[in-house]
């Protein structure tokens, strides 16, 4: 699948420093500085790298970072991912329950979230993607569709364990 091979050539870019970007989508906007991002969620093994972006040809090649939330380790990180098509890296999202850990890990650091809730909402609730009440305590929210062609969301929320390693 097209998930499946762009995430062959994420893992193999990120085992040479010295490889071109190849693999990552051309944003059509200035995104947010983002390092080729290790993603994995021990509990529903899944290791994978996250992309840049969060359009249909991103969410082909995994999960997507949105460009207008913040980058890990500040803020609301928001990251989605595709449930039932191109990898289904988030099938299992809603089997995590609260106290399981999701671990990023690039070229800047290495972040530790703890999640502490999963719920479903609509999806024009915009209000999973505002930043964290508390600036200080930076936030990880995943999103992905509960059922395809659904207009419900599951979002889980994870808080800030570790700082940069």
Do not use: M
């Amino acid at each position: 699948t097209v998930g499946k091979t762009s995430q062959k050539n994420l893992r193999t870019a990120s085992l040479d420093p010295n490889a071109p970007a190849a693999g990552l989508p051309v944003p059509r906007k200035k995104p947010a500085p983002w390092a080729l991002t290790k993603f994995s969620i021990p509990d529903i093994e899944l290791e994978t790298f996250v992309v840049q972006g969060v359009d249909s040809a991103a969410l082909r090649r995994g999960p997507g970072h949105d460009p207008n939330s913040s980058l890990p380790g500040q803020g609301n990180c928001v990251i989605a991912g595709h449930r039932n098509v191109y990898g289904s890296f988030f099938y299992r999202l809603d089997e995590l329950i609260p106290g399981k850990p999701i671990i990023l890990e690039n070229k800047n650091g290495k972040w530790t979230y703890i999640v502490n809730s999963v719920f479903t909402t609509g999806d024009t609730d915009l209000s999973v993607l505002a930043p964290p009440p508390n600036p200080k305590e930076p936030v990880l929210t995943l999103i992905t569709c509960t059922l395809p062609h659904s207009s419900s969301r599951i979002i889980l929320r994870a808080d800030l364990q570790t700082e940069p390693q």
